[in-house]
C-alpha cells in the first residue's frame, strides 16, 4: 500500500465524528485497531513482527546478508484526547513507506532495519509519558508501573493481562536493547518553526519538561446551606494554583499548564471534598523548570492553609534536557543536505531511548504550528518528502 493508502486506512480510526479529534488511549478498542493495522502492514511487506513484555510493538526487515544491530525506526500510535491525526502515527506510516521506497530502489541494508510502535507513549491513560520505552529502558520500574491506574481505577497490570501481556514480565530488556544500534524517529512539527522551503528539518535536543500531580483534600458538604466561614472548599486553593502556575512561569522563562483537573464529587450543588490537577512544566533548563514548580508548590501550600484543606504533590514523571547524539544528528542533517536544526518542547520515546543508544529525530512541517488538537496538520507533499527523507538516512545509516 502507498502512504496515502496506509493513511486513509488509519484517519478514521478513533476519530470523533464532532470535533475531528481522536482519542486513541492505550489499549482501547481505537487503539487495538490501530495495532491490528500495524501488525496487517507489517505482515503484508513480509517483516517479523514481535511484541515485547511492555507492550511495545516492532516489525523487523532483515535483508539477505544483513549483520549487526538494527537500525530502529517508527512512533507511536497512542493520542492525547482530542489529539490530531499526525502526532505518532506519522512516523509509523512514514517508516513503513521508507522501507517500501528502499525495496523498490533495490536498497540492500547492511544492517537490520525495525519499526516500532512504542505503547503509551503520550500517557493519556496511565499518566506517565512515552510509558512502553521507559519500561523498555529501566527508566520506570515495573513496580511502580504495574500500580499505575486509569481514570476509571483500572491498574496498568490488570489491563496488561487482560490484553495477553504477563504484567510481572514487564521492565527493561536487555537483550532487546543490545539489538538495536540507533534509533531515528520520524514526527510531525510540533511548533512553526520550518521555512517554506524546508519541508523536513533535524532535532538539536529536548527542552526538560515533567508532569506533577497536585492532590486537594477538604470536606464536601451542601452547596446552600454551609456558610461561606465554615467552608473547607478545595476548589479555592486549586484555583490559586493555575495563577501561580502562570505567574511562576513568566517569571522563571518556562511553560506551566494545567491541562487536567478531577473534582469529587463534580457535583453543580456540592462544595468539593477533593480536586486533583496536572501541572506540565517544561523550560529550557532543568533548574528553571523545577523552580517554577516549587513556587507553584509553595503557593499551593499556602493558599491550602488559609483555607483550611491539605495538598500533597507527586511527581509522575520528569525528563531532564536531552541532547541527541551529535554524530548521529550530523550525519542525519547531512544527509538531507544541510537540513535545519532545531529543538523540541514536546517529550518523544526518542529522548526516552537516548540515554541507551544514539537517537536523532525527523520533523515534518506543520503549517498550523497547532499539535495536540484537531488542526495539527501536515500537506501531503510535505509527508511524502518526509518519506523520501527518511528513506535517505535510513539507507545511510543502516548501509552496514
Same mark, same amino acid.
Given at each position: 500500500?502507498?502512504?496515502?493508502?496506509?493513511?486513509?486506512?488509519?484517519?478514521?480510526?478513533?476519530r470523533?465524528?464532532?470535533?475531528?479529534?481522536?482519542?486513541r488511549f492505550?489499549?482501547?478498542?481505537?487503539?487495538?485497531e490501530c495495532?491490528?493495522?500495524?501488525?496487517?502492514?507489517?505482515?503484508?511487506r513480509?517483516?517479523?513482527?514481535?511484541?515485547d513484555?511492555n507492550?511495545? =510493538?516492532?516489525?523487523?526487515?532483515? @535483508?539477505?546478508? *544483513? +549483520? &549487526?544491530?538494527?537500525?530502529?525506526? $517508527?512512533?507511536?500510535l497512542? %493520542? !492525547?484526547?482530542?489529539?490530531?491525526?499526525y502526532?505518532?502515527?506519522?512516523?509509523?506510516?512514514?517508516?513503513f513507506?521508507?522501507?517500501d521506497?528502499?525495496?523498490?530502489?533495490g536498497?540492500r541494508?547492511?544492517?537490520?532495519?525495525?519499526?516500532?510502535a512504542?505503547?503509551e507513549?503520550?500517557?493519556?491513560?496511565f499518566?506517565v509519558?512515552?510509558?512502553?520505552?521507559r519500561? =523498555?529502558?529501566?527508566?520506570?520500574? @515495573?513496580e511502580? *508501573? +504495574? &500500580?499505575?491506574r486509569d481514570?476509571? $481505577?483500572?491498574?496498568?497490570? %490488570? !489491563?496488561?493481562?487482560?490484553?495477553?501481556?504477563?504484567?510481572?514480565?514487564?521492565?527493561e530488556?536487555?537483550?532487546?536493547?543490545?539489538r538495536?544500534?540507533?534509533?531515528?524517529e520520524?514526527?510531525?512539527?510540533?511548533g512553526?518553526?520550518?521555512?517554506e522551503d524546508?519541508?523536513?528539518?533535524?532535532?538539536?535536543?529536548?527542552?526538560?519538561h515533567?508532569?506533577?500531580?497536585f492532590?486537594?483534600a477538604?470536606?464536601?458538604?451542601h452547596?446552600?446551606t454551609?456558610?461561606l466561614?465554615?467552608?473547607?472548599?478545595?476548589?479555592l486553593?486549586?484555583?490559586?494554583?493555575?495563577?501561580?502556575a502562570?505567574?511562576?512561569?513568566?517569571?522563571?522563562?518556562?511553560l506551566?499548564t494545567v491541562?487536567?483537573?478531577?473534582?469529587?464529587?463534580?457535583?453543580?450543588?456540592?462544595?468539593?471534598?477533593?480536586?486533583?490537577?496536572?501541572?506540565?512544566?517544561?523550560?529550557?533548563?532543568?533548574?528553571s523548570?523545577r523552580?517554577?514548580?516549587?513556587?507553584?508548590?509553595?503557593?499551593?501550600?499556602?493558599a491550602?492553609?488559609?483555607?483550611g484543606v491539605t495538598?500533597?504533590?507527586?511527581?509522575?514523571?520528569?525528563?531532564?534536557?536531552?541532547?541527541?547524539?551529535?554524530?548521529?544528528?550530523?550525519?542525519?542533517?547531512g544527509?538531507?543536505g544541510?537540513a535545519p536544526?532545531?529543538?523540541?518542547g514536546?517529550?518523544?520515546d526518542?529522548?526516552?531511548?537516548?540515554?541507551r543508544?544514539?537517537t536523532?529525530?525527523?520533523?515534518?512541517r506543520?503549517?498550523?504550528?497547532v499539535?495536540?488538537?484537531?488542526?495539527?496538520?501536515?500537506?501531503?507533499?510535505?509527508?511524502?518528502?518526509?518519506?523520501?527523507?527518511?528513506?535517505?538516512?535510513l539507507?545511510?545509516v543502516?548501509?552496514?
Amino acid at each position: 500500500m502507498s502512504f496515502t493508502e496506509m493513511w486513509e486506512a488509519l484517519l478514521p480510526i478513533g476519530r470523533d465524528a464532532e470535533s475531528g479529534g481522536y482519542h486513541r488511549f492505550a489499549w482501547t478498542p481505537a487503539e487495538l485497531e490501530c495495532r491490528d493495522w500495524f501488525r496487517d502492514e507489517a505482515l503484508r511487506r513480509d517483516l517479523a513482527v514481535e511484541g515485547d513484555a511492555n507492550g511495545n =510493538l516492532f516489525a523487523w526487515w532483515y @535483508p539477505e546478508g *544483513a +549483520r &549487526g544491530p538494527a537500525v530502529l525506526t $517508527g512512533s507511536h500510535l497512542d %493520542s !492525547v484526547p482530542g489529539g490530531g491525526a499526525y502526532d505518532g502515527p506519522l512516523g509509523i506510516v512514514s517508516a513503513f513507506a521508507a522501507i517500501d521506497l528502499l525495496r523498490e530502489r533495490g536498497a540492500r541494508p547492511g544492517r537490520p532495519i525495525g519499526v516500532a510502535a512504542f505503547a503509551e507513549e503520550e500517557g493519556a491513560r496511565f499518566g506517565v509519558a512515552c510509558l512502553g520505552s521507559r519500561l =523498555l529502558t529501566g527508566a520506570i520500574g @515495573p513496580e511502580r *508501573a +504495574r &500500580g499505575l491506574r486509569d481514570r476509571d $481505577g483500572l491498574p496498568l497490570a %490488570s !489491563v496488561l493481562a487482560a490484553n495477553g501481556l504477563d504484567p510481572e514480565r514487564i521492565g527493561e530488556d536487555p537483550g532487546l536493547l543490545s539489538r538495536i544500534g540507533c534509533f531515528i524517529e520520524l514526527h510531525v512539527e510540533q511548533g512553526r518553526a520550518l521555512r517554506e522551503d524546508r519541508p523536513v528539518g533535524v532535532a538539536s535536543a529536548i527542552v526538560p519538561h515533567g508532569r506533577w500531580r497536585f492532590g486537594f483534600a477538604g470536606e464536601g458538604n451542601h452547596a446552600g446551606t454551609t456558610l461561606l466561614a465554615d467552608r473547607r472548599d478545595p476548589m479555592l486553593p486549586f484555583a490559586e494554583m493555575v495563577q501561580a502556575a502562570r505567574r511562576a512561569a513568566v517569571r522563571h522563562g518556562t511553560l506551566a499548564t494545567v491541562g487536567r483537573v478531577e473534582v469529587v464529587p463534580n457535583g453543580v450543588n456540592a462544595i468539593p471534598s477533593a480536586v486533583t490537577a496536572w501541572l506540565d512544566a517544561r523550560g529550557p533548563a532543568d533548574e528553571s523548570v523545577r523552580a517554577t514548580v516549587a513556587e507553584v508548590r509553595e503557593e499551593a501550600r499556602r493558599a491550602a492553609r488559609e483555607h483550611g484543606v491539605t495538598v500533597d504533590l507527586a511527581e509522575e514523571s520528569y525528563t531532564p534536557v536531552v541532547g541527541f547524539d551529535t554524530a548521529l544528528r550530523d550525519r542525519v542533517a547531512g544527509v538531507l543536505g544541510g537540513a535545519p536544526v532545531l529543538p523540541t518542547g514536546a517529550g518523544h520515546d526518542a529522548g526516552i531511548l537516548a540515554a541507551r543508544m544514539p537517537t536523532a529525530m525527523l520533523f515534518v512541517r506543520n503549517p498550523t504550528g497547532v499539535s495536540h488538537a484537531p488542526a495539527e496538520h501536515a500537506e501531503p507533499d510535505d509527508c511524502l518528502a518526509g518519506v523520501e527523507a527518511l528513506a535517505a538516512v535510513l539507507d545511510d545509516v543502516a548501509a552496514g
